[in-house]
């Protein structure tokens, strides 16, 4: 019987499908439903969303992180980006975030430990490279985001880095993650990141391509607001994943069934 060799084959294995939806459900009842329902934006990598320029290097990685950090719903948080070579600080800072974590109109009325604002480092060299700039931010601000919830990531502590990276997708942030992922399999490579005016990633392209499929059905997004962005060797695959996607009604279903806040 030769019938089998004429159905598609899925786009990734089951275990990473399931493992993608169940971050999404996890995002979706830690960092607000109803923000990411009504307010979170598919961010696109352009100067309608990253308007302005600025002379330096500092200020303009400190234009690229305020339209970052307003886009991920965090603006209300108390950031400070620091100076390209500037000690970071030995003792991480106590989250006791008080409020909404996510919102447009947020406020915080409790910060961190001695009420220093939150450190953001990033590499200077990456001012070139934009897309890859917006996700490391991105990233930062996701794993902040996620150590401030109290329900543990899927997958444990051995998956965190791969779960923030799913994380920022869900914030809107998927396109960026898409085009600037290096194609490596292994979940756990901490050191596959490159060149240093490249990123360092832990997920697949693949991987974040169905995240970033999974944002845009959840949102009813159309496919063609998408494929203009991503890179082009990524869009049939994106394509497959959609289809994957709404052929699951099932989980889909039950991502939609999460309440709003």
Known sequence: MLF????????????????LFEVFAWALRNCD??????????VRPTNDHFPGRENSVHGMAQLVFRETAAYAGMGHWPFRLMEPGAPFPSEPPKLEIRGP??????????????????????????????????????????????????????????????????????????????????????????????????????????????????????????????LRHLKKSLRPYFKRCVRDIESRPVELDALKAIPKR
Not at 12 to 17: F, G
Not at 146 to 162: D, F, I, T, Y
Not at 171 to 176: A, T
Request: charged content about 10%; aromatic content about 12%; some cysteine.
């Open 4 to 19: 089998g060799l004429f159905f598609a084959k899925p786009p990734l294995d089951e275990e990473s499908v399931q493992w």
């Open 33 to 42: 439903a109803g923000v990411f329902y009504d307010e979170t934006l598919l």
């Open 101 to 226: 974590l996510r919102s447009s109109g947020g406020t915080v009325t409790a910060a961190v430990h001695s009420t220093d604002p939150i450190p953001i480092p990033y590499d200077p060299n990456l001012i070139g490279n934009p897309e890859a700039l917006i996700a490391g931010f991105t990233q930062t601000l996701a794993h902040y985001l996620g150590s401030a919830v109290q329900e543990p990531s899927p997958g444990g502590l051995q998956n965190w880095p791969q779960a923030t990276e799913v994380l920022a997708v869900f914030l809107g942030f998927g396109l960026m993650f898409a085009n600037t992922a290096f194609n490596f399999q292994s979940r756990s490579c901490g050191s596959c990141g490159g060149p240093s005016a490249q990123r360092q990633a832990f997920l697949s392209q693949y991987d974040v391509t169905y995240a970033l499929a999974l944002f845009c059905v959840l949102k009813g997004i159309p496919k063609s607001d998408v």
